[in-house]
């Protein structure tokens, strides 16, 4: 019988030698949960530090988690890891997360996950139904987009099987190209879509009439309803079996269609007052996006964002002009997005830069530096309080740690975005004073919310936090459904959700307290990664420049303060504060003996 939550299961794929084989996934996955966690310690094992991207012997690493398949709310999840052609200045390891039925019928197939290696020597495509897999020919599938891509599949495989797959972009190794599934399905960040483009990978297709096995599925219904009611009204969403991608999909695609006077109003979600007329119009270029298999985060920073893009800062500014571009550069025109973004996706003209991802274009153009909405690590921005305002200072130094000591731009939703949803500095259902208390409850100060308190108090959520999304990204849940569940409509929330999921589906009961040191075990795994990558306290100094710019309130950093916050960061996470790497005493309090000894044996102790 399988075990509860996890299929115990693990399929690897060696295509330069056309083997596909099994493995038991349940060892590593009661030490590291699942998704973020289980790729890392897989990375670790298997990644040479030293290797480019589309260097065959990267993996493609696409793992499940324990809730993935089952009612837990926002559980359609998959993260997808490796080394990312996005990353910059130099490549690393980081990862991708996608919603949909994709995760979770690889589950019904009967896999926790997907381990891809090597390069298949003409174009292929994964099959898999029901335990079985086989490498298909996908000659016939090799420049379609990835709608039509996974129309084929389905066509020829049947009903019901859930395709995620790469267009043009990634055949064509676009740094900033994505894998897609269903129509808003992806895994965006990264770049990943190229690495599947580099391995000659299509599409990966699944089929499953499997089921996942839930302990106590009584608890399990009882738990959903407490956090249902926690939730405000705009994510009340609770999945059924085949339907568990709709919490996943539902605050992220819902609002990009909203209309107004016949205007698409929104590109992104996350892009209000952005319009392309008529209608029509902008639904195209937005499609087109998806066909192609690009990054929308990276396109929408470029130039959609208008006066706020790469393009529209630089355009501004006299730096970027028609002449380097070939054609009219006219952002607001969606004539010239339905032009650009095949030149992107095909390498061709001015595409061509621009498929490096825009701080690899800027160096190959040799100018707009100054005008990149970049913060650090080859990642635009994200609720990093300067570009589109939120969070407000001293907030977004929260962010300012969190963007320094990750691989891309990180999970901030948890602090920045729930501070903005619960009290919208003024105008939300919670006083700063409420806040404030639930802050000393969770935090263990107010200061670490408080408007009035500075520099003070700002490492430790940001470890709380760090810790908490390495477990959403391992269960899997989603983020934007707001875990963890610090805050509810009467002030409190309740931060054991993840650990009640996690209880109710496995029968393995965690506190709180252990979720979250599984969490802390898996991010000092991930700095392990990084620091034999290459990665030193200088590369989390990198965002000071971008943070030292002022804010919407004309608020930029302090330098000597920050560095003085990212030693107390080091202290709390037990790292070395001269280079940021972490120390024997804390790898074996954590049982990764095995990692310090490697570690040890490069001398990147700290």
Known sequence: ???????GRLLRVDLTNDRVWTE?????????????GVAAWIGWREIPPEID???????????????TGTLSPASGRIVVCGKAPQSYPRIHY????????WGPELKYAGFDGIVVQGKAQSPVYLWIEDGEAEILDANWLWGLD??????????????GTQVCCIGPAGENLVRIAVIQSGMENAAGQGGLGAVMGSKNLKAIAVKGSGRVEV??????IDVCNQIRRLRPPSSDVQPDRKACSMACTYQCSMRIYRTRKGETVAFHCCSPGVSFKPLEKGAEVELLCDKLGLNRWEIDWMGIRKERSWFGKAKKNGILSDEDFGMSLNPEDPDFWLKLLRKIAYREGIGDILAEGMPRAADMLGKGWDELPHVAHGYAAHWDGHLYGQPRFPHWLVSALMWATDTRDPLVHGYAQELARWYRYGGGPLTMKEIERISERVYGSRLAVSLDSGYECKAKPAVWHQNRDAIKDSLLVCDQMGFPLVYSRDGYGDTGAEAKLFSAVTGIDLTEAELDRLGERIINLERAIMVREGWTRRDDEAVIPYFERPDVEGIGMDRAKFQKMLDEYYELR????????????????????????????????G
């Open 1 to 7: 019988m399988a075990p509860y939550g996890w299929t």
């Open 24 to 36: 038991d996934s349940l060892g590593i996955a009661r030490r590291f949960i699942g998704g973020r």
């Open 146 to 159: 990835t709608f039509e891509a996974q129309k084929r599949l389905v066509e020829r495989h049947g009903r």
């Open 53 to 67: 991207a589309f260097h065959p012997e990267n993996r493609l690493i696409f793992m499940t988690g324990p809730l």
């Open 574 to 605: 037990g790292w070395n504060k001269v280079n940021g790497y972490p120390t024997r005493e804390k790898l074996e309090e954590l049982d990764l003996k095995e990692v310090a000894d490697e570690l040890d044996r490069l001398g990147l102790l």
């Open 215 to 220: 302990a106590r599925p009584k608890r399990l």
């Open 94 to 101: 980081t990862r991708s997360n996608m919603g949909g039925h």
